[in-house]
């Protein structure tokens, strides 16, 4: 069966550091993967999608970066974090019609 | 362009009653329709999928949904509520001819089941 894992679970940051999410799946090859933001508990907003390796697609204009550097993972960064980047953010596979998410990162950017 | 509107910010059921929870949905083709349950702290899970074939779809912990065509909804229902279906529910819909498989997302809706 497919899993799919992000770290850390919890980060807190200082305005100006970097950033770097991770996200990798199990037990599938090639999956379509993306990566959401969840700001006060409600929507989702995507930010990133990724059809393979070294392929990304931007849905919205930030100061975030995504990269892909194996089949399987989907990392998110930044290289200097603005108060606004706090949120949850949650990474997501899929292959054929439905999307599955992983169990999201909480930051805090203070 | 593809859409979808929950209408309730919260909906609020006594344990053991019958829930349902609203969908509306646009897009230009085909809709595939998804429901999924976040808990506090957690990623979203999969509750069920409308791709084709029956209106009724049933899907886990009891839930299920009906396919509407003619209302554009999809909205998603349980017979008896437990309090521990409290939780953030999302709609979301793809176009067929999304190629990149992308997903609206609703704004979702808290359902509240109180014992």
């Known amino acids: 069966s497919q899993t799919i894992h992000q770290w850390p679970a919890t980060l807190v940051q200082p305005v100006g550091s970097p950033l770097s999410l991770e996200c990798t799946v199990e037990?599938?090859?090639?999956?379509?993967l993306y990566w959401y933001r969840q700001a006060a508990g409600r929507g989702l907003q995507l930010l990133f999608y990724s059809v393979g390796i070294g392929q990304i697609s931007s849905e919205v204009p930030q100061n975030l970066s995504a990269s892909r550097p194996q089949d399987r993972q989907f990392i998110l960064s930044s290289k200097k974090l603005l108060l606004s980047d706090s949120g949850f953010y949650l990474c997501?596979?899929?292959?054929?019609?439905?999307?599955?998410f992983g169990p999201g990162t909480r930051l805090l950017v203070l | 362009a593809q859409s979808v509107a929950q209408p309730e910010d919260q909906v609020n059921v006594a344990e053991g009653n019958p829930l349902t929870v609203k969908c509306t949905y646009s897009v230009s083709g085909n809709p595939y329709l998804f429901w999924y349950v976040q808990y506090p702290n957690r990623g979203l899970q999969f509750l069920l999928k409308y791709i084709t074939g029956d209106n009724l779809v049933k899907g886990s912990y009891g839930f299920e949904a009906e396919f509407n065509k003619s209302q554009t909804s999809f909205h998603l229902k349980k017979p008896s509520a437990l309090v521990s279906d409290s939780a953030l529910y999302f709609c979301a819909v793809r176009d067929l001819s999304n190629a990149g498989n992308m997903l609206t997302f609703g704004g979702g809706t808290r359902l509240m089941v109180k014992p």
């Open positions: 037990g599938t090859s090639n999956p379509n």
């Open positions: 997501a596979w899929s292959r054929e019609a439905a999307q599955y």
